[in-house]
């Protein structure tokens, strides 16, 4: 090393260790000015925990987001809240408790709640008892603690629907507090009713599935879903099969089916841009009644159709191609029973929709309404050229057939809904300072 490098090395020397020794100054002054309650330090604990310290030598890293025996997220961390740099599973066990916290809250007994329930329309042709969307036209049920029983309704089917315990909200509400195992208060309902009552379009479905909801909040029980969908089975076998209730809890399309073990269902994707134009007819139709018609056995030949129709229905529905749906929703098990014995308006309303531009058409449920899927939508109905739908004239023929057969009734023009119910208010909300859900909307 020659005289010149000599110099260097030493220069360089001598500033690093200036410069360390300037950190260490800046850093004990830091310590010292900071705040105790935020800070982010390494210590050794003089009373650590023992199943911390005891077991480890170690030093612990302090996370100021938690505290382990609140689980409150907050400012000021005790002297004994300790952590391993590296240890993963402590770090794991608080946010667990954290969370549990969080969840012993949200599951206290309410006072009161509501819960949003779409419309649903079941088999879609030849999926029967299997499969069903979610429609976009809504009750909401208001359940409150209360002195006495009482249930009050307004809207759609408000003076038919059963105002004693024979409500089908009512038997969802007592089969929550079954489930939660816990004796149910008395309680009062109210229902703002859009769904039609009776006419195919699942009311009875939603208002089970309105009930178990709004049971499990006032009572504060919470299911679990993976892999067990509980929520699912509750309510499909009070209704007896999930081609409603599935897709009223999830929304979208949903194929459903019993393994032997539990329902299980999936969602199966549905085309962008679609519609549903329905022909609603004044008369109630009972499920029970058009069950009725049904005999127990069908041949072999109609079994094929309907399995080769159901799955070109779903394939349709996947892929978005739209021109195979009219033979996705034919089907022999059921709607020329209906047709028959209950429903004449049924095959020329769906050939009058077909040939004024639906991509397909069917009955609705177990009846009596009849709904059409349309293509071209794009977002609102109110701000696209009605040239580029098809809703409107095939709306037009639909009512045509309708009035031709004596058929009272109306049409409505919705679409698929993706989302399933929801509870929109909780007496005391979930919301907290911190969090914001939608039960405060
Ligand atoms: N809150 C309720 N809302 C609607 N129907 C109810 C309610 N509570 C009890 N019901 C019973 O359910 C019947 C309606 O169910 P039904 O299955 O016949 O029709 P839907 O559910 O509207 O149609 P679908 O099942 O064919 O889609 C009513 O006639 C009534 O007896
Ligand atoms: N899959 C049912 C729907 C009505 O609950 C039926 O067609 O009878």
Same mark, same amino acid.
């Given at each position: 090393?020659?005289?010149?490098?000599?110099?260097?090395?030493?220069?360089?020397?001598?500033?690093?260790?200036?410069?360390?020794?300037?950190?260490?100054?800046?850093?004990?002054?830091?310590?010292?000015?900071?705040?105790?309650?935020?800070?982010?330090?390494?210590?050794?604990?003089?009373?650590?925990?023992?199943?911390?310290?005891?077991?480890?030598?170690?030093?612990?890293?302090?996370?100021?987001?938690?505290?382990?025996?609140?689980?409150?997220?907050?400012?000021?961390?005790?002297?004994?809240?300790?952590?391993?740099?590296?240890?993963?599973?402590?770090?794991?066990?608080?946010?667990?408790?954290?969370?549990?916290?969080?969840?012993?809250?949200?599951?206290?007994?309410?006072?009161?709640?509501?819960?949003?329930?779409?419309?649903?329309?079941?088999?879609?042709?030849?999926?029967?008892?299997?499969?069903?969307?979610?429609?976009?036209?809504?009750?909401?049920?208001?359940?409150?603690?209360?002195?006495?029983?009482?249930?009050?309704?307004?809207?759609?089917?408000?003076?038919?629907?059963?105002?004693?315990?024979?409500?089908?909200?009512?038997?969802?509400?007592?089969?929550?507090?079954?489930?939660?195992?816990?004796?149910?208060?008395?309680?009062?309902?109210?229902?703002?009713? /859009?769904?039609?009552?009776?006419?195919?379009?699942?009311? *009875?479905? +939603? !208002?089970?599935?309105? %009930?178990?909801? $709004?049971? @499990? =909040?006032?009572?504060?029980?919470?299911?679990?879903?993976?892999?067990?969908?509980?929520?699912?089975?509750?309510?499909?076998?009070?209704?007896?099969?999930?081609?409603?209730?599935?897709?009223?809890?999830?929304?979208?399309?949903?194929?459903?089916?019993?393994?032997?073990?539990?329902?299980?269902?999936?969602?199966?994707?549905?085309?962008?841009?679609?519609?549903?134009?329905?022909?609603?007819?004044?008369?109630?139709?009972?499920?029970?009644?058009? /069950?009725?018609?049904?005999?127990?056995?069908?041949?072999? *030949?109609? +079994? !094929?159709?309907?399995? %080769?129709?159901? $799955?070109? @229905? =779903?394939?349709?529905?996947?892929?978005?191609?739209?021109?195979?749906?009219?033979?996705?929703?034919?089907?022999?098990?059921?709607?020329?029973?209906?047709?028959?014995?209950?429903?004449?308006?049924?095959?020329?309303?769906?050939?009058?929709?077909?040939?004024?531009?639906?991509?397909?058409?069917?009955?609705?449920?177990?009846?009596?309404?009849?709904?059409?899927?349309?293509?071209?939508?794009?977002?609102?109905?109110?701000?696209?050229?009605?040239?580029?739908?098809?809703?409107?004239?095939?709306?037009?023929?639909?009512?045509?057939?309708?009035?031709?057969?004596?058929?009272?009734?109306?049409?409505?023009?919705?679409?698929?809904?993706?989302?399933?119910?929801?509870?929109?208010?909780?007496?005391?909300?979930?919301?907290?300072?911190?969090?914001?859900?939608?039960?405060?909307?």
């Amino acid at each position: 090393m020659n005289n010149d490098n000599t110099k260097l090395a030493t220069t360089a020397l001598v500033a690093s260790g200036l410069g360390a020794a300037l950190s260490y100054l800046m850093f004990q002054r830091q310590q010292k000015s900071r705040p105790r309650s935020n800070s982010m330090t390494f210590h050794i604990p003089s009373d650590a925990p023992k199943s911390i310290g005891n077991s480890r030598t170690s030093f612990i890293f302090q996370d100021p987001e938690y505290d382990m025996n609140s689980g409150d997220r907050q400012s000021s961390v005790s002297d004994t809240t300790i952590l391993m740099p590296h240890s993963h599973e402590e770090r794991m066990r608080r946010r667990i408790a954290a969370r549990m916290a969080v969840e012993d809250e949200n599951s206290q007994p309410r006072q009161s709640v509501t819960v949003r329930v779409p419309a649903s329309s079941a088999n879609c042709g030849p999926g029967y008892d299997c499969i069903g969307l979610a429609v976009d036209l809504w009750t909401e049920v208001t359940v409150s603690r209360a002195d006495e029983f009482e249930i009050t309704a307004e809207g759609d089917g408000a003076e038919e629907m059963p105002k004693d315990d024979s409500n089908y909200i009512v038997t969802g509400v007592k089969a929550a507090y079954e489930t939660a195992n816990k004796p149910m208060p008395p309680l009062k309902y109210h229902v703002v009713s /859009r769904i039609p009552y009776a006419r195919g379009l699942g009311s *009875s479905s +939603a !208002a089970i599935v309105a %009930g178990i909801i $709004a049971g @499990l =909040v006032l009572a504060g029980h919470r299911l679990p879903v993976w892999g067990s969908e509980s929520l699912l089975q509750i309510a499909a076998s009070i209704e007896g099969h999930p081609d409603n209730v599935a897709p009223v809890i999830y929304g979208g399309f949903q194929v459903g089916i019993h393994n032997g073990t539990r329902w299980v269902t999936e969602r199966i994707p549905s085309p962008p841009g679609m519609q549903c134009v329905m022909f609603i007819p004044d008369f109630i139709g009972k499920t029970s009644a058009a /069950r009725a018609v049904l005999k127990d056995t069908i041949s072999r *030949s109609d +079994a !094929a159709f309907n399995i %080769g129709r159901v $799955a070109f @229905l =779903v394939h349709a529905l996947a892929l978005g191609n739209l021109d195979n749906l009219k033979w996705g929703v034919q089907d022999r098990m059921h709607q020329p029973q209906r047709a028959e014995g209950l429903y004449p308006h049924l095959f020329p309303m769906i050939k009058a929709a077909e040939e004024s531009g639906a991509c397909c058409a069917f009955l609705s449920g177990a009846g009596p309404t009849v709904m059409a899927f349309t293509s071209g939508a794009s977002g609102d109905i109110f701000t696209q050229r009605e040239k580029e739908r098809t809703d409107y004239s095939v709306a037009k023929a639909m009512m045509e057939v309708a009035t031709s057969y004596g058929v009272k009734g109306r049409i409505v023009v919705t679409q698929a809904s993706q989302e399933g119910a929801r509870v929109v208010k909780v007496d005391p909300p979930f919301s907290s300072e911190f969090i914001t859900f939608r039960d405060n909307v």
